[in-house]
């Protein structure tokens, strides 16, 4: 269908000014954010045309100069930064006209080492990009002091200083924090010996982090805390709506963040009164769907979703209209704490809260674990440390004094 916005466009963009009109509308931009964007696309084609210059050239400096170029004489207002091309540049690169952008080539000893270990975990251990993103930190923490800019050797590294590293570093860390750090040093110095970088299995050398199994105990929030969460929730506006619902299916189902951010559309099956929820390692399982769960989404569908919208469930308050992520999600239980004045708050701790008041309600630990869906008991044992009034009936008298 035709569309005025983009038959003015002249120049070698017009071609893709009806498609990207279409996309902006797909992804939920408002009618004046469309011709906004059109007509800033008008204006990018019609200085490329004046310079005799492709449509593929946007992707690189020529942008940048086009920017630096100033406003012409009876010309739409221009954006001043190339942010506000995102959009179009993202069009143009799924149609193969813009190349995907060319990433730097990693600088010096340490950053070709970060980059090779970053591939190996990627390739040979399939780690995902946010484990990634955790590991090569202290990646960079432990291979500094050895590689610096074009000068360095690992090949002299020695087991003295590996717990060298570990006995500065561990000292003020909490016991998780100790066991990640050796879990990762462990997988950094394996890969530095298969690739053959370091000439033994110092993996070898690392000790293990002290600390007691299953000592800590699970961060749930008190009796009254979670209705000032879903109360701080205004029905009134589109995020009041949708923070609503995904707090009450956090609350009620215990899923986590990630597992709330995998919802689709089509995992909710109102028949039968079931949710399909997307688990760790490419688990599902089919859950029954509370009564009070149903409404909160039933409310955001009808009220505050975009209609007509298929794929992620609980997509971004604004256009693009894309799913949340899991730190998305998260960030909904946090604004919702902070307007309740529970700070501090977090969505793993919705999931501790649901299986708590389980417990305190006299549910049995195998319920609290196909709540949880865990797979091992001894994960869902740990609840039964805050069963205080249980665990007193046990305690044995105190020599000498009172129970």
């Known amino acids: 269908m035709s569309d005025r916005r983009c038959e ?53 400096p ?7 170029s100033g406003p012409e004489s009876g010309s739409a207002r221009r954006p001043v930064t190339a942010l506000a091309f995102a959009p179009l ?12 952008p060319v990433k730097e080539p990693a600088r010096g000893l340490l950053g070709e080492q970060l980059e090779r270990y970053r591939a190996y975990l990627a390739d040979e251990r399939n780690l995902g990009a946010a484990t990634i993103n955790g590991y090569l930190p202290v990646a960079r923490l432990f291979l500094s002091p050895f590689l610096d800019g074009d000068e360095g050797d690992l090949a002299g590294l020695t087991s003295a200083q590996v717990t060298g590293f570990l006995r500065r570093e561990c000292p003020g860390r909490s016991a998780t924090s100790a066991r990640g750090l050796v879990s990762i040093l462990r997988s950094l110095l394996r890969f530095l010996y298969l690739e053959g970088t370091v000439t033994g299995p110092l993996a070898q050398a690392v000790p ?35 923070d609503f619902a995904i707090l009450t299916v956090l609350i009620r189902l215990a899923l986590r963040a990630g597992e709330v951010a995998a919802i689709d559309v089509e995992d909710l099956d109102w028949r039968a009164g079931e949710i399909t929820v997307h688990g760790k390692g490419g688990r599902e399982d089919r859950l029954p769907l509370p009564v009070d769960v149903g409404e909160s989404v039933v409310a955001y569908l009808q009220r505050g979703r975009p209609r007509g919208r298929g794929g992620p469930l609980f997509l971004r308050e604004h256009a693009p ?21 529970v700070p501090g708050v977090g969505a793993h701790q919705l999931r501790h809260t649901a299986a708590t008041d389980l417990l305190r309600a006299g549910a049995p630990l195998s319920e609290i674990a196909e709540l949880l869906r865990h797979d091992r008991e001894a994960t869902t044992a740990i609840y039964a440390k805050v069963d205080h009034d249980a665990l007193f009936a046990l305690a044995l008298p105190w ?5």
């Open 8 to 60: 003015s466009i002249r120049g070698p963009l017009a071609p893709y000014a009806l498609g990207f009109q279409v996309e902006l509308d797909r992804l939920g931009y408002a009618r004046g954010s469309v011709t906004r964007h059109l007509s800033w696309m008008a204006c990018l084609s019609g200085w490329l045309a004046e310079r005799d210059l492709a449509a593929g050239v946007v992707g690189g």
């Open 62 to 68: 020529e942008l940048g100069a086009f920017l630096a």
């Open 89 to 100: 540049l993202g069009h143009l690169r799924c149609l193969g006209v813009v190349a995907e």
């Open 208 to 242: 293990s982090a002290t600390g007691w199994a299953a000592s800590a105990l699970p961060r749930a929030l008190g009796r009254g805390q979670t209705d000032q969460l879903l109360a701080s929730c205004d029905h009134g506006r589109y995020r009041g709506l949708r």
């Open 321 to 341: 209209f894309h799913g949340l992520t899991s730190a998305g999600i998260s960030q909904v239980v946090q604004d919702a704490g902070r307007r309740a004045g």
């Open 399 to 403: 020599p000498g004094g009172a129970r």
